[in-house]
């Protein structure tokens, strides 16, 4: 069955770095969309950036210049590098996969499995 654990979350000061992972298994990864999305307390889940399988990217404009989605498909792993964090980045983040019908997309109704979560706090 498909698995997804992200890792690397944690807490930073504004304007740190930290970098997402999230180890996929359980089916073909290289071949799907993949996707990161948040949750703030109180908020909807909102899309943060996606990755097609030819590496084609899409980012939310709140981050945009400031994070970056790659994976890596020898290690099934897809990866958030965020940089110059700000305290309302403060959220529990998500790897998400599926085939939505058109990728990258943010929208998350469209991803059929999820991790965890990893929280990252900015403060």
């Known amino acids: 069955h498909v698995q997804l654990v992200e890792s690397g979350g944690g807490s930073v000061q504004a304007g740190g770095s930290l970098r997402l992972s999230c180890a996929a298994s359980?089916?073909?990864?290289?071949?799907?969309?993949m996707g990161w999305f948040r949750q703030a307390p109180g908020k909807e889940r909102e899309g943060v950036a996606a990755?097609?399988?030819?590496?084609?990217?899409s980012y939310a404009d709140s981050v945009k210049g400031r994070f970056t989605i790659s994976k890596d498909n020898a290690k099934n792993t897809l990866y958030l590098q965020m940089n110059s964090l700000k305290p309302e980045d403060t959220a529990m983040y998500y790897c998400?996969?599926?085939?939505?019908?058109?990728?990258?997309?943010?929208?998350?109704?469209?991803?059929?499995?999820w991790g965890q979560g990893t929280q990252v706090t900015v403060s």
């Open positions: 998400a996969t599926g085939r939505p019908p058109v990728c990258p997309t943010l929208r998350s109704a469209q991803f059929n499995y």
């Open positions: 359980g089916y073909t990864y290289s071949s799907y969309c």
């Open positions: 990755i097609d399988s030819d590496g084609s990217t």
